[in-house]
């Protein structure tokens, strides 16, 4: 039993607090469905699962956010990457997740000057002429500083949280628990792959707490980008840059939910918007490798209509074959290519079972409710949001390279529509999708990937021979076996071998019954209470046996 594993006294501490806040917020049938509330038991935990009123009749969305927000830190981590899950939330969820906001009180500057010390080799004066002691930000992992170098130089520095490594690994062991007890105990939630998700929020936020590893990012994209894209990125310091701490240029602008200040300064919105929108697109559909969550929060706007990125942390990559695919499914939406739609959700649902005469019906009924729409009029995010409704339908999970991709999409065409209202992303999304297009099938690349086919099949050939001699040897030497795994066989084998198990039992003690009776019968044995011993153990034994059965059937009905 998983529960089992949850004997850590510290482990039983953090489930009662999760299972207390999921009951006062209303979700107390889940905690029963997953078991929690069985285990909080047999530890000694007594829970009192009366609601309040008030929170109960909050939305579903609305008080899993409260939930989230309540347990601290890591769960709005967690939220803030459920936000980007087109492909299992409805966008009520996706609002209310969206509205994860990551603060948290500043940590006292004396602790943050110590772990300077540590990673900079020496007092941080010897590097900065100022610092600024109040905080800028402060996050659940971070908290940022104004500073200036000697030579003048405004920068910020983004410092890790003392000792936040160790909370979140701990945090992270408690999620993954979860997840499979999930899994193993609410069938019915099993399609949101929570262990997936776990995977892919503990690998997403392990990196975040890599800093030297959002300084490459932050390179890796600027060097991308080209000198009129009007994007600015900030440089990097990397002479004090390291996995707890990140040093780059400070850039003053417009925060970009400042729109009146937009206007006051006469920046052109229209034109930022397209600057933004055009960047981000080359990102993800030339380079492969793009700024995840482009929201206002993380971006500046900048006088002659620039655009300041800030916070890499989070980034996505496509493979160029990935890439195409993109292209191609936002070509055959646009075009209202049927087949072409269908083929590629196809492709992206391998691992999961889908029923592809129904996904080929809700495509094309998806599609004819967007005919004849001129492209200037299409809104890109409500076609992506609708896409996506098709593929929780079917209960389809996108790979998790596409996630943040969708996701970017969405808050990208949102942006552009908040600061311009005739924002037209599909007619900017028009020519980069057809350079992707056309450059995936020019001469050299078809070639490249020719050869490149060729190769592996040489490949292959090459190594034939030897494999099947290696084959036949193994068969000859008896060592080929061929296993079937049938997990429903299995454990109709296991209740077929318990019920034997205890008809046997049954058996046996009957014939023990039987036989002490007969022994009672008998002159002369030796006695003990004034019956024969022989007879008397054998009744002993025949107790025994019938309360092992009766007890094994009692637990067989609990388990089932």
């Known amino acids: 039993m998983l529960w089992q594993a949850l004997s850590a006294a510290r482990d039983l501490g953090r489930m009662q607090d999760i299972a207390s806040v999921l009951i006062r917020y209303g979700f107390g049938d889940v905690v029963q469905r997953i078991g929690m509330a069985g285990a909080l038991e047999r530890a000694g935990k007594v829970l009192h699962w009366k609601e309040a009123e008030e929170l109960a009749r909050l939305r579903p969305p609305a008080r899993a956010r409260r939930v989230l927000e309540e347990l601290g830190p890591t769960f709005v981590k967690l939220g803030q990457v459920l936000a980007t899950r087109v492909d299992l939330f409805g966008p009520e969820w996706l609002e209310e997740f969206g509205k994860l906001q990551d603060h948290a009180p500043p940590v006292d500057w004396s602790e943050i000057e110590a772990l300077l010390i540590e990673d900079l080799e020496g007092s941080p004066d010897e590097v900065f002429a100022e610092i600024d002691r109040e905080p800028l930000a402060a996050a659940s992992l971070a908290q940022v500083h104004r500073a200036s170098l000697h030579d003048g130089t405004q920068v910020v520095l983004k410092v890790r949280r003392p000792g936040i490594r160790p909370t979140v690994e701990a945090d992270l062991r408690l999620l993954k628990r979860l997840a499979e007890i999930i899994e193993s105990e609410a069938p019915d939630l099993s399609h949101y792959r929570p262990r997936l998700l776990v995977r892919q929020f503990s690998n997403s936020l392990l990196r975040e707490l890599d800093f030297a590893a959002e300084c490459r990012n932050a390179e890796r994209i600027s060097n991308a980008l080209e000198e009129d894209s009007g994007v600015v990125i900030p440089g990097v310091h990397w002479e004090w840059c390291g996995e707890r701490l990140n040093v780059q240029d400070f850039i003053d602008g417009i925060p970009g939910r400042d729109l009146d200040a937009v206007d006051k300064a006469g920046i052109d919105r229209h034109e930022i918007a397209v600057r933004g929108t055009r960047a981000i697109l080359r990102m993800i559909l030339e380079e492969g490798f793009f700024h995840a969550d482009p929201h206002p929060g993380n971006v500046l706007y900048l006088p002659d209509s620039r655009i300041a990125l800030l916070d890499f942390g989070m ?37 999961s079972e889908v029923n592809e005469e129904r996904l080929h019906d809700d495509v094309v009924e998806f599609i004819d409710h967007y005919h004849g729409v001129p492209l200037k009029q299409l809104n890109v995010s409500s076609m992506i949001v609708e896409i996506t409704a098709v593929l929780r339908n079917h209960h389809l999970v996108l790979p998790a390279d596409l996630v943040l991709m969708l996701k970017a999409f969405i808050t990208l065409e949102g942006m552009g529509r908040s600061l311009d209202p005739e924002f037209d992303m599909a007619g900017e999304a028009a020519p980069v999708i057809e350079e992707v297009i056309r450059r995936h099938y020019s001469l050299p690349n078809v070639t490249r990937r020719m050869q490149s086919g060729l190769t592996e099949v040489l490949k292959v050939l090459g190594t034939l021979p030897s494999d099947f001699s290696r084959l036949l040897k193994m068969a000859r030497h008896g060592r080929i076996e061929v296993h079937v795994d049938v997990t429903d066989l299995k454990e109709v084998g296991n209740r077929l071998d318990r019920a034997a198990s205890r008809l046997t039992l049954g058996v046996v003690t009957a014939a023990l019954i039987i036989g002490s009776a007969i022994v009672l019968n008998v002159q002369g044995d030796r006695e003990a209470l004034g019956l024969p011993l022989f007879g008397l153990l054998g009744f002993i034994g025949a107790a025994l046996g019938g309360i092992w059965l009766l007890f094994s059937i009692w637990r067989s009905g609990r388990d089932d």
């Open 315 to 351: 980034v996505g990559r496509l493979s160029e074959d990935r890439r195409h695919q993109v292209a191609e499914l936002l070509y055959g939406l646009v075009s209202q290519d049927v087949e072409l739609v269908s083929r590629i959700l196809i492709d992206w649902s391998e691992e």
